[in-house]
């Protein structure tokens, strides 16, 4: 069986083998791992690697707006993490962040309490553009640069998703 | 004693009201908004009744519905917890008049310690400290701007009405201060229906220190020693310990004392906090007294062996305190973490979504309080906390490593949680010596990111096998059923195998 992830634009790909004694093998790359599962159940995983304890946790679910599939690992020993990689596609490729300079994206779910700007103004970096607003607390959405607002996709009173976006700012030349 | 009370909260803290509710043999009532219908407190309760929309304003700050439940199915007091409407007169007086009781102090103490331009007045007679600042209910923006040349900068522009860190702005400069008094008006309009402002001197270095007080209605009045609450950020704590690192015994004596005056003052009844700001001298200023339970209320019963709601619920029903301030020490030292739904890397700012799974420490010397568990929300309407973390050990040392391994222990799969964060934090030497102010997290941690390290092998493998396990179970297994149990994995007649 084959199993892809992706964390930070990387991908990786896991092949795990059955094995005639119950066991696992793992390949990673050109790595090799021997896997015994001491106990295991949905979510929770007593493995031991190559005679190594791991502890772990797992869960997986599928964003509704994004449709990626993401999953979430917790690690419980002495440097106990938790992790979050996705199964790549090529939707959740063409949507990585890092899209075109000066789109605004809200950082963290919200509502509009105010647009302080409208489109077609000229702002200048830093700029207060809008204020969200989410658990009674207020975040200044600011430009990250100058330039026009070529778009406002905000609305006073609207509810937004984090990651939408927000408004996009067309530099001017110089 | 009450035979059913009103549960008027959601949360962490509404859970941990009706257990104490229930190992009293009291029935209890849970309220919920459209946003909770299934949420951790309504499963707790005997009942659970639905009073409005998501919006605070429209639900859990309706008293009027708050009252209307409780007298329709039987309740003959309400416990308003902390937040929402634990500080708020009119609800007091409200409750009081439909012949109720509210578990909490008087209206008359709340309404005058709510008003923290009012409080700062009484606690001047009542000989107890309290920061330089400015206060006026008609002053312009000229006064304030005069005002603050006066008390200097830096300085704080505070809600008059306010708590839990909201409408309060530090302003350093004074271009600044006319921005931050009407963004501060703004936010405390918001949150509290109430513009008013004030200014206070920006104590640097200061550590917040506050004392847990308890009083009866027959003229007891005790306090339960201090807890430290210096790591904050934007304005929230985020850690609490008790005792405090930093207090001699004299000062951590002459503050209880100042704080039982301070309830005194205003003839208090039923739990309260009195907060002070401590500056390196450890010269202390009243702050605010907290007219409710506070969120880290745990460490303190941790540390004293007392339960603080069961408390409250025997005071509100008229009983005397059944402990003297003659019992009470603090025997070992206890430390709280608040456990928050927010990306530390990112500003803190709120994440929200499904919880997929929780899996909460446990042991000796270990409390988990929890308003969220697997399968339930975090949702945009109310405050991010997903539980308190606290533990009790012999000595400071100790709780410190017991709240790593504890942290260490929590796994919460689904959102972006500071857990990593708040090791990093009682980790940190300032922290493990004791020396953290209020400033520590800005000074120390503001560029805090995950810790950086490449995706190991394990966790890949973690992450395959668990998606194997998964996609054994959707498809119920090639022999599915064949024990009885169709959705376990393990009922299958292959080569897959477990526990060699």
Not at chain 2, 83 to 98: C, K, T, W, Y
Not at chain 2, 453 to 472: C, F, N, P, R, Y
Request: proline residues 5%; hydrophobic residues 40%.
């Amino acid at each position: 069986m084959e199993y892809r992830y992706r964390e930070n634009e990387t991908d990786y790909n896991v092949r795990l083998e059955t094995n005639d004694d119950g066991t696992f093998s793992a390949y990673i790359g050109d790595r090799h791992y021997e896997i015994r599962l001491q106990r295991a159940q949905p979510g929770q995983l007593n493995l031991w690697i190559d005679g190594r304890r791991l502890h772990a946790y797992t869960a997986s679910m599928k964003s509704d707006i994004t449709g990626v599939l993401h999953h979430y690992i917790a690690l419980v020993d002495r440097e106990a993490r938790h992790y979050e990689l996705v199964t790549p596609t090529s939707t959740a490729r063409s949507q990585r962040p890092g899209a075109a300079s000066g789109t605004l994206k809200a950082q963290m779910p919200g509502q509009v309490m105010d647009v302080l700007v409208a489109e077609g103004d000229t702002v200048e970096q830093g700029q207060t553009l809008m204020i969200l607003e989410a658990m009674k607390m207020e975040i200044r959405v600011t430009a990250p640069t100058a330039g026009q607002i070529s778009s406002l996709n905000a609305r006073k009173g609207h509810t937004v998703e984090r990651g939408q976006q927000l408004a996009t700012i067309t530099p001017l030349p110089e | 004693m009450f035979k059913k009370i009103l549960i008027a909260n959601r949360g962490e803290i509404a859970a941990r009201m009706i257990r104490a509710c229930h190992e009293l043999g009291i029935e209890t009532v849970a309220v919920f908004s459209e946003a909770d219908s299934d949420a951790l407190h309504t499963r707790l309760a005997d009942e659970a009744h639905l009073i409005g929309p998501a919006t605070p304003g429209e639900s859990y700050l309706r008293g009027d519905k708050l009252v209307e439940v409780a007298q329709r199915t039987g309740c003959e007091a309400i416990h308003p917890g902390y937040g929402f409407l634990s500080e708020a007169p009119a609800f007091a007086r409200m409750v009081r008049d439909a012949g109720l009781v509210f578990i909490g102090p008087p209206a008359e103490a709340i309404e005058k310690m709510g008003v923290k331009t009012e409080a700062r007045a009484i606690m001047v007679a009542a000989g107890v400290p309290i920061v330089p600042g400015f206060q006026s209910s008609t002053a312009t923006l000229d006064d304030f701007a005069r005002e603050a040349d006066n008390i200097g900068y830096p300085l704080m522009v505070k809600a008059a009405g306010g708590g839990g860190g909201k409408g309060i702005r530090i302003v350093h400069q004074p271009e600044r201060l006319t921005e931050a008094i009407e963004s501060a008006r703004r936010e405390a309009l918001h949150a509290f229906n109430d513009p008013m402002i004030f200014l206070e001197k920006y104590i640097a270095d200061g550590r917040h220190i506050e004392v847990q007080i308890l009083a009866d209605m027959h003229g007891n009045v005790i306090h339960l020693f201090e807890r430290e609450c210096s790591i904050q950020r934007r304005h929230q704590k985020i850690i609490e310990e008790t005792p405090s690192p930093f207090l001699s015994d004299d000062v951590r004596l002459q503050m209880g004392e100042a704080a039982v005056n301070a309830a005194r003052a205003v003839n208090y009844v039923n739990a309260g906090t009195v907060e002070f700001i401590v500056d390196n001298q450890m010269n202390f200023y009243f702050l605010e007294m907290n007219t409710r339970l506070q969120v880290e209320h745990p460490i303190t019963e941790m540390v004293t062996g007392t339960d603080l709601v069961n408390a409250q619920i025997r005071v509100a029903a008229g009983q005397p305190l059944h402990f003297s301030q003659d019992d009470l020490c603090q025997r070992g030292h206890a430390i709280e973490c608040r456990v928050y739904a927010e990306d530390p890397g990112n500003h803190f700012l709120p994440a929200t979504g499904p919880v997929l799974r929780t899996v909460e420490p446990a042991g000796p010397g270990i409390r988990v309080d929890a308003g969220v568990v697997s399968g339930d929300q975090v949702t945009i309407h109310y405050d991010p906390m997903i539980a308190k973390l606290i533990v009790l050990a012999d000595n400071r040392a100790d709780a410190i490593r017991k709240m790593d391994w504890a942290l260490a222990q929590y796994v919460i799969l689904g959102l972006t949680t500071n857990l990593q964060f708040l090791r990093d934090v009682i980790q940190h030497p300032v922290f493990v010596v004791g020396e953290a102010t209020t400033h520590f997290v800005d000074d120390y941690l503001s560029e805090w990111e995950p810790p950086e390290t490449s995706l190991s092998d394990h966790v890949l493998i973690a992450a395959a096998i668990g998606e194997m396990l998964k996609q054994q179970i959707a498809m119920g297994g090639r022999n599915g059923g064949c024990n009885g149990d169709q959705y376990s994995p393990w009922a299958r007649t292959d080569r897959f195998r477990m526990g060699q």
